[in-house]
């Protein structure tokens, strides 16, 4: 089983005291110790900011040129905070703030959203969450509880913390950091591909009642993007044993799966960038879609699923991918790398 980091993140009175670890510049706090927007400007909350697609979206925001964002960029550990605070630049301490928060505890939530000014919140994005990658067998329930416990009831608590304020003033805007594996199932995935459709089916639900109140939720549905995911897979996949797992299944996970993921994220792989550009569109619309993918070349592969209302399609291309034609996807995907590749385009393109 390989845990990946990302893949690679009181009491209910009103506090006023700084939370604990909480690192602001004096100026962006209120008298009352509360973080404080300038007037006009939205007041975005991210959660899991410590690396990845959080942190590319909290430095987009915050160095938005018309100033529009006030970031609130949480992290469960902020002495994680200088790779944020290096990329954030002479935004941080301006548009962007600091608050520690865990989506796995009520406390922390509670904590962090009560030093938030007027608890006034017009954006939330939920963007933590944790992998888990590796055959059934192998993983405890235990560890199943934490991925549930982060990706799903991480992102419920965030929005029963924020929504009652948000319903009283008729107005905002919720961002979910879903997956393609909230739409459709991907094999050796199979409990994180379920923590996100737990979201989906909670998030589709909630989006109905939430327009009556005029509160949007849109979902962000990535394929693979290149994070700490990648490196800290690879590495945990050699130190792996897999126990109670056969050798027939470790060895479709690690000999028939593993390089065909690698393939898939080496021709199609984004980076936190495109997915932050893509959020910041969609916070930017006047009609925000609910579903948004992030990749037109991983939109075929979950249209499969669309197609067929019987599941059959999806299932079976999988399958066939996977055990009949592995070496065939081999190439295939070696040539959409080729095509995709920028060094190409500029051989083709440059006049030299
Ligand atoms: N990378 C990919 O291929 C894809 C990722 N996604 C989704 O994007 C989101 C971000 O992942 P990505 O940037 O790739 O991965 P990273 O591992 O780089 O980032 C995950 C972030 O979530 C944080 N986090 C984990 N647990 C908690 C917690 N309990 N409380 C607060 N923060 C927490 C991590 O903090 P810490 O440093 O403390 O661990 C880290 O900042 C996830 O929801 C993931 O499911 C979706 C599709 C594809
Ligand atoms: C499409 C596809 C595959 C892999 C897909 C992968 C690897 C997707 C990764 C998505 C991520 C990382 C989402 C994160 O939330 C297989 C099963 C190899 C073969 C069949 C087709």
Known sequence: MIRFSFLKSGDRQR??????GAEEPLQNRSLRGQ???NSGQKVVLITGCSSGIGLRIAVTLARDEKKRYHVIATMRDLKKKDKLVEAAGDAYGKTLMLLPL???SDESVRQCI???????IDILINNAGVGLLGPLESISIEEMKRVFETNFFGVVRMIKEVMP????????HI???SSVMGLQGVVFNDVYTASKFAMEGFCESMAVQLMKFNIRLSMIEPGPVHTEFETKMMEDVAKMEYPGADADTVRYFKDVYLPSSIDIFEAMGQTPED???????????????????????????????YADETGGLSVNTFYNLLFNFGPLMHITMSILKCLTCSCLRRRTISPN
Not at 15 to 20: A, D, E, V
Not at 114 to 120: C, I, L
């Open 15 to 20: 506090s006023q005291q700084r939370p604990s």
């Open 102 to 104: 865990d989506v796995c």
């Open 175 to 177: 961002v979910v950091m």
């Open 114 to 120: 009560d030093n938030v000014k007027d608890r006034h």
């Open 165 to 172: 304020d948000m319903k009283k003033r008729r107005s905002g």
């Open 275 to 305: 997915i932050a550009n893509c959020t910041k569109k969609v916070i930017e619309s006047n009609s925000p879609r609910f579903r948004n993918l992030t990749n037109s070349l991983y939109t075929p592969i979950v249209a499969l699923k």
């Open 35 to 37: 973080i404080m927007a």
